[in-house]
């Protein structure tokens, strides 16, 4: 909160279920958006929360071992 993060990525996540209650409580009230990839058992994991109203991901692709996403900055337009 302190910080006021537009996105958060997480590797390793070990979560091989993700449901919108853990996400809400992994990425708290501003960090309302989320992709996954989901771990394998217990290896593995990836996920990309981000708050919606500063950032817009407007594409992204999940692969086998990683997300890919294109991201927009809402103040700014400057994409990455």
């Known amino acids: 909160v302190s910080h006021r993060l537009g996105i958060l990525c997480l590797q390793e996540t070990k979560i091989s279920t993700w449901t919108a209650h853990l996400a809400r409580e992994v990425g708290g009230a501003r960090l309302r958006d989320c992709v996954v990839l989901p771990a394998f058992d217990t290896r593995g994991g990836v ?4 708050d919606p109203d500063v950032v817009e991901i407007t594409s992204h692709a999940i692969g086998q071992f990683a997300i890919t996403a294109q991201a927009r900055l809402k103040a700014s337009g400057k994409t990455f």
């Open 47 to 50: 996920a990309i929360l981000w």
